[in-house]
């Protein structure tokens, strides 16, 4: 400390030694987020999980055998029979070509990992990723100790852990990453003025547009950014560099994407983006002219433009709100329009709404999915505050947007995770900061105190050092993190020692065991949030849903592994050619696990056609068999819970089925199928009820395995309990019955009518009659 | 050069003699005193031993022995083997003798020959006995081709009351066992009889040579009918102490055919009447000492499968995904690993040799078509193989964890392959145990030139201009 030459060694040194910490910090958080996420293989298996995956995964084999140009001109024929499905031009293409460049490069390194093994792990790969943005754009708002702790919150936030466990391969995998690392790239511009980032920015914004639908709210968000930083007088020429070239090559890079096209400039959800891009250069220019004119000459230009760019203005919105307006839906796709109306998506949209995941969240899944981050995240929010800069306003807008969008759909928590967990690391890191400070001061004020008033800047900075030095060996025991943070704190105080600073910190000073206390508190909390985590990674989000354990009373391990046993038998016993019906939530199983065809699948692009089906499912058997005869359907798969108790069965997704049915095909009424305003199969079910194809499929021979047909998932016993079927034939049924297989028969023979004319003069009549009562009924005619 | 005129004037002798004895025709030099046959018809693997009291009549000493198969029954013979008994009752002991296909320009009706090669030649007047054992697959027809759910299976089996054979036959007898005694119908050619599980066709009294008397047997047979269609066996070496075998199955129910709706509520509550020809477990043999075994299909992990091991043998029972009914098909894979030094030995001329199981671990089943690939370590030479039976084989080159050169696959392809088949067989090679460090030293060098690159990069200032000494102010 007397020596001034040492001091500066000294400081050097650590700085060094911090960056190794902070780096191996930062492996060690990577590698956290990537072993939390293996719950689901350990405790499972290696297995793709869920639905969409699936999906993912058949494209991502298809790319890894046909190449990539195939993969852009893939018409699938497999799904949405007769229609098929343009692959290559409806998928965002994001996590297929990551996932096949990884493979690629693995198998080019003579390392021969299954596509399997790679879509499996490419989840867990890029949450690692991920909580290294967090790291890169908490560090550029608040300094490295917020991002180290932002990062380790988001390697670990159920959230994220929902949707990134291994073997869910699904875009949000990687658009997480993707979107953390714009918004880093946008905040390192904005405070660097870099045009290299904002390059990088773009290039990343494109990488997002290829992963996920969600890059609209970051080409809204930074737009809103923008226009708060000039609303609020804060227009710099690094604000400038930020925002235009990332529009400008955003935008064409987005066009570039199959799935977008032009979209990124005729959609709504781009204008705003535009406008502020006008707006910019408006005031652009207008720095600009400030800058060459005189304070005279600035008022009278500022009169003329303004009167004329009224008008000009005028022009332009009233041209805007005309196109908007002549487009159906007002230029916003529906589920855009949910977002903004909550309740646009249950009105309009049924089959929106009949996802669960894109309903509103309740309370408890906040707490269940961000845990203790919903009540630091105040405190985060306060913290960037003190002060205000570009950034932090940034990252404030941000917590403000995506609350409002997880308020809206359950889905979308997964973008307020990562704000969560930067607003809560900031929060977290300036708490600690200020608490060690507090007790360095109380020990230190009896030996330095009076070295600190007396001396000058450079001398309390080293001071300021070696407090940190020292804070950081008494505070092993707690946490490393917090230490270098003050550290942090500490060299931003170095950059900018002013006078006011050092006030404030001598004020700030809280007393000992307070502080000593606070930082307990503050360890427990964490500890409580890493035990939630845990416990959220291995228990509540690591099934994949296509096999399901059970504990038997003596702890041995029962698995249902229905639906792989109906899919293996479908895609072994089946021609390959052989159409499947099913409700579209088994589409992309089916496809992917069994290669048959589908009618329709989890895309629900085509409302009508799952209407079609739905309508064929809640139709008795006749019309229902004149439905799928018509799509060349051979195969009826549905699912059924209630000799297990298996909860999400087709019988619970059956009103999804009425009402889309309904909606598209009037003669399905939902009334029909209510009694007292409740969808029941007991005795108290309607007739149509239990006439429709979806009760007699399930139930069909259910009686004979206990009796009486108790229904475990309802907790009745059925309604109509001995049945025939005349037009279908049960060809497979597994295990724990939860899939059940049905064939068409084929039509009657007609010679067989011709022979015995004279007699069934009468019934043919009546058949006749039937059938075309039935045709009417078919949609398909 | 002395060596090769010597096996071409051997060749030529034995064309020589082969001719002369086509001439002079069989029948005359050889006789059989005594044929006894007993077909086993109990699995659908149709197992015919066959006992031959054969006599020389001719002049000259005898050689060979003929066996003659209508054309309809070699292409389903999986294996014939013969021994040669000798000594008499509880002293008897048992020779393998070779047993080679053959071709004779004048075979009756297409007749195939196969020929046994006698140990010593049998003079005129001896006689000997002659044990053989052939197998046959996929000759069990089912009739009717297709049944329902509950209906149990009835299969067809064709053969002839009276054994061919190019030789006169003094005394013949056929036994043919059941599995059950529901038998529908048979074929009687007197004298026959029936009692409970077997059917006796004989004795016939001085049958002439080629004579053939077509019989039919319809019978129950609900035993699995499991075969391969394809199996692919890849076994590969890893010199840090570890044989992988990766074994990919096409598995079909080879039985009548499965017609109309499959009941899972008949056949889980009367699983004695309904679907009885219908399989749901199969039996893997494994060697001992196994571990890592995996149990999977492309879909990802079967759970149904149990594993017990002893110090003798392992055993894997396991389930396909869904019971197996006529005509269904299942594809799985099971893995497992072995330990190297069970199954990897040093020969005497400083070469190593692999000694592993031929054949299919699947107790009781019919392999198609039989694919055993080695995958011999990354840097061996010379490999060479040797079988107990013909094998079509080739070679192939596989790439597997960071190879560079890429690793030598021997590739034995074998048709019709019944559990007889499980005998050993040995892969030979030259290897150079300093080729086990390749891959680790490769690593090695990579990540340290990787360090080194980034302690360089660290320590180079590329920027064009210099910004002026501004640390000299701190």
Redesign the interface.
């Known amino acids: 400390m007397a020596d001034p030459e040492n001091a500066?060694e000294a400081t050097t040194l650590r700085y060094a030694f911090g960056n190794v910490l902070s780096f191996f910090i930062l492996l060690l958080i990577g590698v956290l987020a990537f072993w939390i996420r293996l719950f689901s293989v350990i405790k499972y298996?290696s297995?793709i999980h869920e639905f969409d995956p699936y999906f993912n995964y058949r494209v991502t084999q298809f790319l890894t055998k046909n190449g990539i140009y195939d993969f852009w001109n893939w018409f699938d024929d497999r799904t949405w029979y007769p229609l098929g499905r343009v692959i290559g031009g409806t998928v965002y293409p994001g996590l297929t070509l990551t996932a096949g460049t990884i493979w690629w490069i693995l198998n080019s390194?003579?390392?021969?990992l299954s596509v399997e093994t790679v879509c499996v792990f490419t989840a867990p790969i890029f949450s690692a990723f991920a909580s290294w943005a967090t790291y890169l754009l908490t560090k550029e708002v608040k300094g490295a100790g917020a991002g180290l702790t932002a990062a380790a919150l988001l390697a670990m936030v159920p959230s994220y852990i929902s949707r990134s466990v291994a073997g869910s391969y699904d875009n949000e995998a990687v658009a997480i990453f993707a979107l953390i690392f714009t918004f880093y790239l946008y905040i390192k511009t904005l405070n660097t003025g870099s045009l290299f980032y904002a390059t990088l920015n773009a290039l990343a914004y494109f990488y997002m547009v290829c992963s996920w639908g969600g890059y609209t709210f970051i080409i809204n968000l930074i737009p809103m950014h923008v226009l708060l930083c000039i609303v609020t007088g804060r227009y710099s020429s690094r604000l400038y560099i930020a925002y235009a070239p990332l529009v400008v090559l955003g935008t064409l890079l987005a066009a570039l994407v199959p799935v977008v096209g032009f979209n990124a400039v005729m959609t709504s959800e781009h204008f705003a983006s535009f406008l502020v891009f006008i707006i910019i250069h408006v005031v652009a220019f207008v720095y600009y002219i400030k800058g060459i004119l005189s304070p005279k000459m600035f008022k009278v230009a500022v009169t003329l433009v303004v009167s004329v760019g009224l008008v000009v203005c005028c022009a332009v919105m009233a041209i805007l709100i005309a196109l908007v307006a002549s487009s159906p839906t007002k230029g916003w796709s529906g589920r855009s329009l949910s977002l903004l109306d909550p309740t646009y998506a249950s009105k309009y949209i049924p089959i929106i709404a009949s996802v669960s995941e894109h309903q509103p969240p309740t309370w408890p899944s906040y707490f269940m999915d961000i845990n203790v981050l919903a009540f630091l995240v105040p405190a985060g929010i306060i913290a960037c505050f003190l002060p205000l800069s570009d950034a932090s306003s940034f990252v404030v807008l941000y917590i403000v947007t995506s609350v409002y969008f997880s308020g809206v759909m359950v889905r979308l928590m997964l973008v307020l995770a990562p704000a969560a967990c930067v607003m809560s690391g900031i929060a977290l890191s300036e708490s600690f900061s200020v608490f060690t400070r507090s007790i360095k001061f109380q020990l230190h004020g009896l030996s330095g105190s009076s070295q600190v008033d007396s001396g000058d800047a450079s001398s309390s900075t080293v001071v300021a050092q070696n407090d940190a030095g020292k804070a950081e060996k008494t505070e092993d025991t707690a946490k490393e993190r917090p230490s270098k943070k003050s550290k942090k704190k500490e060299k931003g105080i170095v950059d900018k020692p002013s006078l006011k600073a050092k006030i404030e910190r001598r004020l700030l000073v809280l007393p000992f065991e307070a502080s000593i206390f606070a930082i307990l508190l503050l360890v427990l909390l964490g500890a409580f949030y890493v035990v939630h985590c845990v416990w959220a990674a291995a228990e509540a989000y690591s099934a994949p849903s296509?096999?399901l354990t059970s504990y038997s009373h003596d702890g041995g391990l029962h698995?249902f592994?229905d639906f792989?046993?109906a899919?293996?038998?479908l895609s072994?016993?089946t021609e390959v050619d052989d159409k499947v019906a099913s409700w579209w939530d088994y589409g992309y199983q089916t496809t992917a696990?069994a290669n048959r065809t589908v009618i329709v699948d989890n895309n629900t692009w085509n409302n009508t056609h799952i209407a079609t089906v739905g309508t064929a499912m809640s139709s008795p058997e006749k019309a229902a068999w004149e439905i799928f005869n018509s799509l060349d359907v051979k195969y009826v798969l549905v699912v059924f819970g209630g000799l297990v108790g298996y909860p999400s069965d087709d019988i619970n997704k059956f009103l999804w089925m009425v009402r889309i049915g309904g909606g598209v095909f009037p003669h399905i009424k939902e009334p029909d199928y209510l009694r007292d305003g409740q969808y029941r199969i007991d005795s108290q079910a309607t007739p149509t009820m239990l006439n429709c194809l979806m009760y007699k499929l399930s139930y069909y021979?259910f009686v004979?395995?206990d009796g009486r047909g108790f229904d475990r998932v309802r907790q009745t016993e059925i309604g109509k309990k001995n049945f025939k079927l005349t037009h279908f034939?049960?060809?497979?049924?597994?295990?724990h019955?939860m899939v059940r297989i049905y064939k068409l028969k084929p039509p009657r023979n007609r010679i067989r009518g011709k022979t015995k004319k004279p007699r069934s003069q009468k019934t043919s009549s009546t058949t006749r009659t039937k059938r075309s009562a039935a045709t009417k009924r078919n949609p398909w005619h | 050069m002395e060596a090769l005129l010597g096996a071409r004037l051997t060749l030529a002798l034995s064309i020589f003699a082969f001719l002369s004895l086509l001439t002079t025709s069989f029948s005359q030099q050889i006789q059989i005193l005594n044929a006894e046959r007993r077909i086993d018809l109990t699995s659908h693997i149709v197992k015919v031993f066959l006992t031959l009291k054969v006599e020389n009549t001719g002049t000259a000493p005898a050689n060979e022995v003929l066996l003659a198969f209508p054309p309809t029954q070699v292409d389903h013979l999986a294996v014939v083997k013969a021994k040669a008994a000798t000594g008499r009752r509880k002293k008897r002991t048992y020779i393998t003798l070779d047993v080679k296909p053959t071709e004779l320009p004048d075979a009756p009706n297409g007749a195939k020959y196969f020929i046994i090669s006698l140990l010593n030649p049998l003079n005129s007047g001896e006689t000997a006995t002659l044990e053989v054992l052939y197998m046959l697959t996929h000759s069990l027809e089912p009739f009717p081709a297709e049944i329902s759910q509950s209906e149990p299976q009835l299969v067809y089996y064709h053969d002839s009351a009276i054994i061919l054979s190019p030789y006169l036959i003094k005394q013949q007898t056929t036994f043919i066992k059941t599995p059950t005694s529901k038998v529908e119908s048979f074929t009687r050619v007197e004298p026959t009889n029936r009692v409970s599980t077997e059917l006796k066709y004989g004795p016939y009294e001085d049958r002439t040579p080629y004579s053939f008397s077509p019989i039919i047997v319809h019978f129950e047979n609900n035993n699995p009918f499991a075969v391969v269609e394809e199996l692919v066996r890849e076994v590969e070496i890893s010199h840090w102490g570890n044989l992988q075998i990766t074994e990919h199955y096409k598995l079909v129910h080879a039985g009548a055919r499965h017609k109309g709706v499959f009941s899972r509520v008949e056949y889980q509550s009367r699983p004695s009447h309904s679907g009885i020809s219908s399989f749901k477990h199969l039996l893997a043999r494994l060697p001992p000492r196994v571990h890592s075994v995996y149990y999977r299909d492309e879909i990802g992990n079967i759970s149904s499968s149990h594993l017990r091991t002893d110090y003798r043998k392992s055993e894997l029972e396991i389930e396909p995904r869904y019971p197996l009914f006529g005509g269904w098909k299942a594809t799985f894979v099971i893995g497992y690993g072995l330990p190297l030094q069970d199954f990897l030995f040093e020969s005497s001329d400083g070469k190593r040799y692999l000694n592993f199981s031929f054949g299919c671990p699947l107790a009781e089943t019919v392999v198609d078509k039989l694919t055993i690939k080695v995958v011999l370590p990354e840097g061996s030479k010379d490999p060479s193989i040797v079988v107990p039976f013909p094998v079509e084989q080739h070679l192939e080159t596989k790439y597997s964890y960071l190879d560079v050169v890429g690793r030598t696959v021997l590739v034995l392809e074998k048709k019709n392959v019944v559990p007889e088949h499980n005998s050993p067989f040995q892969v030979y090679y030259t290897f150079n145990q300093m080729f086990v460090l390749a891959e680790p030293l490769m690593l090695v060098s990579a990540f340290f030139f990787f360090f080194v690159a980034c302690v360089a990069y660290l320590h180079i200032d590329l920027s064009i201009h210099k910004p002026s000494q501004h640390f000299a102010k701190f």
């Not at chain 1, 390194?109 to 021969?112: A, K, R, V």
């Open positions: 500066k298996e297995v390194l003579n390392i021969p296509i096999v698995v592994d792989r046993e899919y293996a038998w072994h016993n696990m021979r004979e395995t034939e049960e060809v497979f049924t597994t295990h019955w």
